[in-house]
């Protein structure tokens, strides 16, 4: 089994509705979002998958996010715009991308260097 994992920092603006404290107020954060892939089996070039494939969809997905007011966003019309929704939500964006060879195992987002969320679907 290998695993690889890319990530891909953006700016983005949101706030937090039905939260009691300062998240309520719109601020911002420099996110970071890591995806981590797995599979067995390699090319002929001894590649699961290559990483500027993975890095360019990465950087597509979270394109749709830089210097964004994320609460504005269709994604997060009917949910918070926390690091819990994004991960979910870019978790099922990335199983889209990904050849049949190929399965993500979790995707992580950080708030801060100091606060993430993973998700991971249910086994
Ligand atoms: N489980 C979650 N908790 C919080 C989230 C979240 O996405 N998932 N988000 C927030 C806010 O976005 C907030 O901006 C970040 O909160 P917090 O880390 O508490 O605040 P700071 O970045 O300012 O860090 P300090 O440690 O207070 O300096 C809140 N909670
Ligand atoms: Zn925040």
Redesign the pocket.
Known sequence: MYVLTVKKRFSAA?L?NN?Q???ANL?G?TWLVEINVFGSELDDKGMLLDFGYLKGQLEKLVGDYDHRYLNELPDFHEV??????MARIIFDKVKEFLPKHVSVDCVTVW??P??S?VYKEDK
């Open positions: 949101h937090l939260y404290g300062k998240c601020h954060h918070n715009p926390t690091a819990e929704n708030e801060s100091d606060a969320a």
